[in-house]
T-cell receptor
Framework: KNEVEQSPQNLTAQEGEFITINCSYSVGISALHWLQQHPGGGIVSLFMLSSGKKKHGRLIATINIQEKHSSLHITASHPRDSAVYICVLHPAYNTDKLIFGTGTRLQVFP | NAGVTQTPKFQVLKTGQSMTLQCAQDMNHNSMYWYRQDPGMGLRLIYYSASEGTTDKGEVPNGYNVSRLNKREFSLRLESAAPSQTSVYFC????????????FGPGTRLTVL
């Protein structure tokens, strides 16, 4: 069983829709990181979470440590949000060996 | 600050050739990492260095060697390139500690013919 699962793998949306991307995991973690990878390949850090909720512009990330689950929400989606979103675990047993999800590919159409 | 820089951006090799991918960071980070990303797959850790002078294997170390030259630089060497090593390679760095995020370089696209 994979230590981290992202869903859905692929997602298409119309501009303006509310988007949710999920990340479930099975190991104890000290933190969880959401990354965005643009079509050109560059990787950008979005959020680092250890509890609760964080908001930046139209992006919101939540984490429930007891349920081992995190969500990334995008409100009022826009074509420029089209990217791959990656969930990264910082395991409590080894803070150097991070665990990467396989990513959710989002396409937002005008 | 330049952040994390990688050279080269693109490279084409023939099977059996060797090359070194360079990575440098100017953020005074302790930990540095090399990942590969293949189509349809997530990032996979090749090697990492928790501090200057130490290196450890990741998930897919075979066919690679690394050198942590100093705190700033972490290089990845392919001694005898194989077509299976065609991939995009990312270097990353972070401060040690549970809550510190990783910063990624722009990637090197390597093709082995």
């Amino acid at each position: 069983k994979n230590e981290v699962e992202q869903s859905p793998q692929n997602l298409t949306a119309q501009e303006g829709e509310f988007i949710t991307i999920n990340c479930s995991y099975s190991v104890g973690i000290s933190a969880l990181h959401w990354l965005q990878q643009h079509p050109g390949g560059g990787i950008v850090s979005l959020f680092m979470l250890s509890s609760g909720k964080k908001k930046h512009g139209r992006l919101i990330a939540t984490i429930n440590i007891q349920e081992k689950h995190s969500s990334l929400h995008i409100t009022a989606s826009h074509p420029r949000d089209s990217a791959v979103y990656i969930c990264v675990l910082h395991p409590a047993y080894n803070t150097d060996k991070l665990i990467f999800g396989t990513g959710t590919r989002l396409q937002v159409f005008p | 600050n330049a952040g994390v820089t990688q050279t080269p951006k693109f490279q084409v090799l023939k099977t059996g050739q060797s090359m070194t991918l360079q990575c440098a960071q100017d953020m005074n980070h302790n930990s540095m990492y090399w990942y590969r990303q293949d189509p349809g797959m997530g990032l996979r850790l090749i090697y990492y260095s928790a501090s200057e002078g130490t290196t450890d294997k990741g998930e897919v170390p075979n066919g690679y060697n690394v050198s942590r030259l100093n705190k700033r630089e972490f290089s990845l060497r392919l001694e005898s390139a194989a077509p299976s090593q065609t991939s995009v390679y990312f270097c990353a760095s972070r401060l040690q500690g549970s809550y510190n995020e990783q910063f990624f370089g722009p990637g090197t696209r390597l093709t082995v013919l």
